[in-house]
């Protein structure tokens, strides 16, 4: 019986390098899959990882129906890689769902759980009262005073924000960007303290 998984975590746990690891294992016994994504760092169809693997995807635009892209390929989806599932529409996690339930497709979704704000993202939570199986990603990402990172802080020009837009692309690696994220523990992140 097929699933619908969600592996959740903050920014830098390796829920893209998980996700490639897990295609690619499926594929490799010859089951064939879709790797969708959604709002990848890089702003192209493709899922990309900080330690530098990449996979072509197909970007899953607000209106994409998941069931109809299943259904028009020209061979059986065995299983569907979703990374950035967050950033996808309550109504496609609903359609997620039914692949697993209706269409025997194993569905393996990927994504944050919390918004900068350090609230749930609505495709997030849905994933979470939806999924057969809910796992927290166990590589331990460290806020910079050494403590457990829990929360994605978005930084603009140089200071925590607390409003905005929910969703706005950026990276953590360059400190000059003028936004960028960084994870952080809790009490760091309501200080707004962000290190050295």
Known sequence: MSALRFFWGPMDCGKSTLALQIGHNHARQGRRGLVLTRLDRSLQPQITTRIGLSAAAIEVEPDL?????????????????CDEACFFTVEQIEQLAELADEHDVDVYAFGLASDFRSRLFP??????????????????????????GRLNAR?????????????VIGDTAADDEQVRYQVLCRQHYRRGELGG
Do not use: M
Request: net charge negative.
């Open 65 to 81: 129906d998941l069931v109809q892209l299943v259904g028009a390929q020209p061979e059986r989806v065995d299983y569907l890689i």
């Open 123 to 148: 495709a997030a939570q849905r994933l979470f009262e939806l999924a057969d199986e809910v796992n927290r990603l166990q590589v331990q990402v460290l806020c910079w005073c050494g403590a457990p």
């Open 155 to 167: 930084i603009v020009d140089g200071q925590v924000a607390r409003e905005g837009e929910q969703i």
